[in-house]
């Protein structure tokens, strides 16, 4: 079996990399190829004298090639399928590429491009990359997690295709999105893709397009609910907790029947994170606060509506009320800042039989308002937040509603990809002259008004998720905490940011994204230890441990080891 081993030094540097394959094998193996970088004494080494050109290039020359051949391909998702092939064929060098031109790769490799993979996964599929856990072989989960490639790993995506971004159940296309969220964590923050592993829990898809597919490569089957679901994901937690128990577990699209259900049942178990409810509640606080900034009103005094009570609405609700509550309000009355609406309408008492429990605390006492243009109208919001999915919902007769009573309406519609925002920034900036503090669920362009550029921020789970990460990488810390996403929030907002010259922009901009990242991960790292979950002894210099350990594409030397 193919093995690789990374020799690193006692503050985590990789020094070189042991591997026991040799010839076509190394050449066609991802995390180890280097193409035409291969070294003479490599090639004579791990044989491949004549498989390969003369000619010894750096990486850097291997970028100026590829990204010409990129910049051939005509559309956004050729684009995108180049560059899976080439994260298919040569790690190092899809790294290197996409971090030099990371504003015109991310949407490509990520949302909203991902999407449309995710939909074509089993006709595009090429090559196997992660592991896939179906239902029939729940018997074997054990063996299934000890064939991974490498034994040593620090973070797992984990899906099961229900709620995949606004298209919903892909099942087994799912890991999609589990290994284009890696990369993230890689470009971003600094991850080492070696210790790195997607998994795919296939417990079946209730989508009739798949299951009538002959293509389609997953366990043909409606997908499974109820008791033999939880002993699925349970079956695979205590296989992940038994085999890598250090590893930090990323719950990503989830129903909301399960999401929170299954974050719940891990968290004493295992270091573990939901981005959907916690990285996009985490983000879109980041967001609000860096608004209130230019309010003036404190977070404990806004009026929110959230359109859109599913998972990701209800994990905003929750951040936003936690950081109303560090503000000094009680639960309770924080909770009645908070209006959700869903497609029944606000949620009220009357509700609460037919609610999810994690629904239930946001079930206000105002009489039934069915519409979300009846709650903009009677409750006044402050800031009106989307996560429906329903493009166009924030119309110009309820953004005027709502800017009529606040000075600086603050309009994060988040629902991507695109085609699914509730509103265009362009067309929010118009209907309140100029007056909107925006932020999207997917990229948009800058827009000019009044003889100005407003610059737009993504509300990208990719401007905080990466940082938290490497936090607990860094630190080894056994739990994620809320106060540690609280300090996550914090070092986001106050990344600096010039209020005097504001050009619209409430984040920072990705090209910052790395550094972002270390400040994020340190304020992370430090709260583990404050908290005392750090799983490291003697005295930490936590800065110094992260850049060690901070991965940067480059080649290593290579040794072949036979026996490893």
């Keep these: ?336 800042r908070l209006y959700l609406v869903d497609k029944q309408g606000l949620l009220n008492e009357q509700m609460i039989p037919a609610l999810n429990e994690f629904q239930r605390p946001y079930a206000c006492h105002s009489t039934a308002m069915e519409n979300l243009a009846t709650v903009v109208r009677q409750v006044k919001p402050t800031v009106l937040i989307g996560c429906s999915g329903q493009n166009g919902s924030f119309t110009e007769t309820i953004v005027k509603t709502m800017a009529a009573g606040t000075a600086r309406p603050i309009i994060f519609p988040l629902s991507n990809p695109t085609e699914k925002a509730e509103a265009t920034p362009a067309a929010l900036l118009h209907w309140t002259n100029g007056r909107a503090l925006i932020a999207t669920g997917s990229p948009f362009p800058n827009v000019e008004f009044h003889h100005q550029t407003f610059r737009i921020a993504q509300c990208n789970n990719a401007l905080i998720y990466p940082g938290i990460g490497l936090g607990i990488v860094v630190s080894k810390a056994a739990h994620l905490s809320d106060a540690m996403l609280w300090k996550a929030c914090q070092a986001l907002s106050n990344y600096p940011l010039d209020l005097e010259n504001f050009d619209g922009a409430l984040l920072p901009d990705f090209f910052k994204i790395q550094q972002i990242s270390k400040t994020i991960a340190l304020a992370v790292a430090e709260q583990a230890y404050r908290e005392g979950v750090v799983r490291i002894s003697g005295d930490i210099d936590f800065s110094k441990r992260m850049e060690s350990q901070f991965w940067l594409p480059q080649y290593y030397d290579y040794q072949y080891c036979p026996n490893l």
């Design 1 to 336: 079996m193919l093995k690789l081993e990374q020799v690193i030094d006692e503050e985590g540097k990789v020094l070189y990399i042991k591997s026991n394959v040799l010839g076509q094998d190394l050449l066609t193996n991802p995390k180890l190829n280097k193409g035409s970088a291969f070294s003479h004494s490599e090639r004579r080494q791990f044989h491949l004298m004549g498989k390969l050109p003369y000619h010894v290039e750096t990486i850097q020359q291997q970028v100026m090639r590829i990204y010409q051949q990129y910049s051939r391909q005509n559309s956004d998702l050729a684009k995108h399928v180049y560059l899976r092939n080439l994260h298919d064929t040569n790690e190092t060098l899809f790294y290197k590429l996409v971090s030099e031109h990371l504003h015109e790769m991310l949407p490509i490799i990520y949302t909203p491009t991902i999407s449309t993979a995710v939909e074509q996964f089993s006709l595009e599929f090429r090559r196997s990359r992660g592991l896939y856990i179906a239902y029939p072989d729940r018997e074997h989960i054990d063996e299934i997690i000890d064939n991974r490639l490498n034994s040593k790993i620090d973070i797992i995506v984990m899906t099961d295709g229900e709620a995949v971004l606004g298209i919903g159940d892909q099942g087994i296309g799912g890991i999609n999105i589990c290994i284009a969220k890696l990369m993230v964590y890689v470009i971003c923050g600094g991850a080492n893709p070696h210790r790195l592993l997607p998994i795919q829990i296939d417990v079946g898809t209730n989508n009739p397009i798949l299951l009538n597919d002959p293509m389609y490569l997953g366990w043909r089957h409606p997908r499974l609910v109820g008791t033999e679901y939880d002993d699925m994901i349970a079956r695979v937690v205590a296989a992940i907790q038994k085999k890598i128990p250090y590893v930090y577990l990323h719950w990503e699209d989830f129903g909301r029947e399960n999401a929170r259900r299954n974050l719940q049942y891990s968290q004493p178990r295992l270091c573990t994170f939901n981005d959907d409810m916690q990285g996009t509640g985490a983000v879109t606080l980041a967001a609000l606060l860096t608004a209130i900034k230019l309010t003036k009103i404190p977070l404990a005094e806004q009026r929110i509506v959230i359109f859109g009570a599913g998972t990701a609405g209800t994990g905003i609700a929750d951040q936003l009320c936690a950081g109303m509550m560090r503000e000094g309000l009680s639960k309770e009355h924080a909770c009645s």
